[in-house]
Each structure stands twice: as C-alpha cells, then as structure tokens.
C-alpha cells in the first residue's frame, strides 16, 4: 500500500512546466495533472488508504502508474509492440464488422 501511494505522490507532483519554467526544456512532455484528495476522519489512516485505493484503479490513475516505463526499451522491441498492437486491433476491428453482419442478419 505504501508504494501504490509513493508512487502516486510521484506521479501526481506539479510538472516542472506548471510551475513557471521556461517550456524550451521539452515543449512535448506536457502531462495532464490530475490529484486525489482524501479526508481522514477520526484517524482512520487504513479507511482513508483504502478510499484512496479504490478511487485510484477507478478513475485510472492506478492503470497509469504500472503502465509508466521503468527501463529502456530498444527500439526492435518497440516494432515488435507496435505490430503486436496492430495487429490486436485489427483482429477487435475485423470481429466487430462480423458480429455486426450477424447482428443485421438476426434482426432482419
């Protein structure tokens, strides 16, 4: 649990870019800032931490934080993940159109 909040503390930390900085840095890496606020009531740490939790995986942030990179991917590996994913939405793609045709055909 602990970790889940270090890394959202890290994730959620103002952007050097809002806090007045010249954008020459890196114009592109502008991320949307996003935070959680939680109130504790009665010093109920664990009920807050788990509230906490529970909005994290539901607005998406939790998603967001696996997903981030932690090491270096080389760039053959990066075609093989983009054709994988090609590849994956082609085939959503193609089953969409046939359950679509089906669907026509059942309701006619």
Do not use: D
Not at 76 to 88: F, G, T, Y
């Amino acid at each position: 649990m602990n970790s889940i909040a270090r890394e959202a503390r890290s994730l959620l930390k103002r952007p050097t870019w809002a806090s007045g900085q010249s954008l020459s840095c890196n114009p592109h890496h502008h991320q949307q800032w996003r935070g959680i606020r939680v109130k504790v009531l009665n010093g109920n740490l664990e009920r807050a931490l788990t509230y906490m939790q529970r909005v994290m995986q539901s607005s998406g942030i939790e998603r967001m934080i696996k997903q981030e990179q932690t090491h270096h991917i080389k760039n053959s590996e990066k075609r093989v993940l983009a054709r994988k994913n090609l590849e994956r939405k082609l085939r959503s793609q193609e089953f969409a159109r046939k359950l679509q045709a089906v669907l026509v055909k059942k309701v006619r």
